[in-house]
């Protein structure tokens, strides 16, 4: 019942800024660590930046100095501000939470749907 909606993709220029969200909903107890994952046509998924619940974050060497998380836990949402961008962002935009969806259930793993972002002139 768990589910991640994401919004934000689009296509930018290089040196703009896009804002992904990425929103929970359905049976949550507890979410602990959210993400974002991002992958590349021809290349591996990979690890953009995620944030505990307490908001400890940690970025690719990649996006240092030009991507922000953030969340809201009230809101069960997290948020990936992109500044800066270049083309080698390009990729589809995932986000990824550990939930808990009740007081007695161990964390599970979930999934957005992606969302696109394209840098280019």
């Known amino acids: 019942q768990v589910q991640l909606v994401e919004s934000g993709g689009g296509l930018v220029q290089p040196g703009g800024s896009l804002r992904l969200s990425c929103a929970a909903s359905g049976s949550i107890f507890r979410i602990n660590a959210m993400g974002w994952y991002r992958q590349a046509p021809g290349k591996e998924r990979e690890l953009v930046a995620v944030?505990?619940?307490?908001?400890?974050?940690n970025y690719a060497d990649s996006v240092k100095g030009r991507f922000t998380i953030s969340r809201d836990n009230a809101k069960n949402t997290v948020y990936l501000q992109m500044n800066n961008l270049k083309p080698e962002d390009t990729a589809v935009y995932y986000c990824?939470?550990?939930?808990?969806?009740?007081?007695?259930?161990?964390?599970?793993?979930?999934w957005g749907q992606g969302t696109q972002v394209t840098v280019s002139s």
């Open positions: 990824n939470a550990a939930i808990v969806t009740t007081p007695l259930s161990v964390l599970s793993d979930y």
């Open positions: 944030i505990t619940r307490g908001g400890n974050t």
